[in-house]
T-cell receptor, first 118, second 111 residues
Framework: EAQVTQNPRYLITVTGKKLTVTCSQNMNHEYMSWYRQDPGLGLRQIYYSMNVEVTDKGDVPEGYKVSRKEKRNFPLILESPSPNQTSLYFC?????????????????FGPGTRLLVL | SQQGEEDPQALSIQEGENATMNCSYKTSINNLQWYRQNSGRGLVHLIL?????REKHSGRLRVTLDTSKKSSSLLITASRAADTASYFCATDAYGNNRLAFGKGNQVVVIP
């Protein structure tokens, strides 16, 4: 089954304790992205990656790191979490747009990771 | 980055009625997409409309796009209780998959 998986689904941690949220997709997608969702603010992009070893900042990258060593995985790293990073996090993936026979591809979202930083 | 804004923010309707939501955005776009989210779960893509398209249908969904007004509407016909969800519009300004999401529109369909 084609899917995007995230782990953990729920996490409670304390300020300053490094954590990693994993994201994996089995669709051979080049493009992967992390979003955070907060009440009243919708989804905001944190980081994205166009392919292996190619990552770039989204709209709210402060306090986050990512890596893309393999095509299927795109972990989100919080080196020193703070309470303002309490949020619902989504990973998404898609094929890259472009090419004469390739249409714009939609993004497939993971189930979400609910993070609480105390 | 630009951001879509959905209107109305919350909508409550009876099963069988139609539900209409609007989305406005600020700058030019390559395409606009609508997503559905069920109660804290992942988003599911519903429909994509490109900047050179004016209307698109998918099952009970109808999307319109007016680039001169920088707005889009999503119509769900003959709504069902299972349509209860939050609906988000998202704009892609450059066709590079970088989406800017609106704040969402909560729809409740009463059986």
């Amino acid at each position: 089954e084609a899917q995007v998986t995230q782990n953990p689904r729920y996490l409670i941690t304390v300020t300053g304790k490094k954590l990693t949220v994993t994201c994996s997709q089995n669709m051979n997608h080049e493009y992967m992205s992390w979003y955070r969702q907060d009440p009243g603010l919708g989804l905001r992009q944190i980081y994205y990656s166009m392919n292996v070893e190619v990552t770039d900042k989204g709209d709210v990258p402060e306090g986050y790191k990512v890596s893309r060593k393999e095509k299927r995985n795109f972990p989100l790293i919080l080196e020193s979490p703070s309470p303002n990073q309490t949020s619902l996090y989504f990973c998404a993936s898609s094929l890259l747009p472009g090419g004469p026979e390739r249409l714009q591809e939609t993004q497939y979202f993971g189930p979400g990771t609910r993070l609480l930083v105390l | 980055s630009q951001q879509g804004e959905e209107d109305p923010q919350a909508l409550s309707i009876q099963e069988g009625e139609n539900a209409t939501m609007n989305c406005s955005y600020k700058t030019s776009i390559n395409n606009l997409q609508w997503y559905r989210q069920n109660s804290g779960r992942g988003l599911v893509h519903l429909i994509l409309i490109r900047s050179n398209e004016r209307e698109k249908h998918s099952g009970r969904l109808r999307v319109t796009l007016d680039t001169s007004k920088k707005s889009s509407s999503l119509l769900i016909t003959a709504s069902r209780a299972a349509d209860t969800a939050s609906y988000f519009c998202a704009t892609d300004a450059y066709g590079n998959n970088r989406l800017a999401f609106g704040k969402g529109n909560q729809v409740v369909v009463i059986p």
